[in-house]
């Protein structure tokens, strides 16, 4: 009587997986093992449990990059790969590593399936490879872009606090002032500049008259980063007309606050 044959067991399809690590600043991660580091050993470990599954070799680290979104070079690397066919798999520690916009992460997930690739959170334990993984996948980004969106409400309501009690909320600072301590202070040199921009247009009420004369009298603006030209525009003088900082308020919307600064004008000018 001949031996039955035992069935050969089925060998497990080898999918080619990439980590990829995010950390939102900078900070750490000069240390010897900084939170990339963690992140990518809780994900290898991840990974060894897995059968037939095999780490590429390339890194794909993110350090000092926003969730908010994709425009990150290791992460630009990394999909260029997926869509080239070189990784199957992308393993992260958790969703928020890969993307905090749930657009933007609809249309990764929307590239990945177009490649044939899937996706996997190693923490919260699902995968974009079953359809109950995908449905987790949507509610937990929703949350995701909630809690992104609240944080930037808050951000919004600090501001405008801060600007209804007269306080300097950063931005370029106002010609004729310079910052310490988050605070504005009085710049001599271009105070008296301001000063005398109002008065000549007292007295000639021409906003390309004024630019004229303090360009003639060598009372030059500030260079600026994008053109080193040094001369007063019709336009510049505008602007400096028409700020309510001069005369010691601070703006929010429509909104004038007495500011925290000192007037370089009177109120009546």
Same mark, same amino acid.
């Not at 009690?165 to 504005?184: A, F, H, Q």
């Not at 001599?188 to 005398?196: G, S």
């Given at each position: ?43 290898? =470990? ?40 070189? *990784? @199957? ?40 490879? @079953? ?25 919004? @309501? ?67 980063? *994008?053109?080193?030209?040094? =001369? ?14 001069? =005369? ?22």
């Amino acid at each position: 009587m001949s031996r039955r044959p035992t069935r050969s067991s089925v060998e497990p399809e080898t999918k080619r997986v990439a980590i990829y690590t995010r950390k939102s600043t900078t900070m750490g991660l000069e240390q010897e093992f900084n939170s990339l580091d963690s992140q990518r050993e809780s994900c290898l =470990a991840y990974i060894q449990r897995q059968p037939g599954w095999k780490l590429v070799d390339e890194r794909y680290d993110d350090g000092g990059f926003t969730g908010a979104n994709i425009d990150r070079p290791a992460f630009t690397r990394l999909m260029a790969d997926v869509e080239a066919g070189k *990784v @199957d798999v992308i393993v992260v520690y958790k969703v928020d590593r890969l993307s905090r916009s749930l657009l933007d992460f609809v249309k990764v997930m929307e590239r990945l399936g177009a490649a044939g690739a899937s996706f996997v959170s190693v923490t919260q334990n699902f995968s974009t490879a @079953d359809a109950m993984g995908r449905l987790t996948m949507n509610m937990l980004m929703s949350f995701a872009e909630f809690e992104r969106e609240m944080i930037s409400e808050r951000t919004r @309501d600090k501001i405008a606090g801060a600007r209804r009690k007269g306080k300097w909320t950063g931005g370029p600072v106002p010609y004729g002032y310079s910052v310490k301590d988050k605070k504005l202070l009085v710049n001599e040199l271009e105070a008296r500049v301001v000063r005398e921009a109002f008065d000549l247009f007292l007295m000639h009420r021409q906003q390309a008259k004024v630019a004229h004369l303090l360009n003639e009298r060598m009372l030059l603006p500030r260079g600026s980063k *994008v053109t080193k030209k040094l =001369a007063w525009s019709k336009e510049g003088i505008g602007r400096i007309l028409k700020s309510p900082i001069y =005369a010691g308020f601070m703006m929010y919307g429509d909104e004038l606050h007495p500011g925290e600064h000192p007037p370089l004008i009177e109120e009546s000018t």
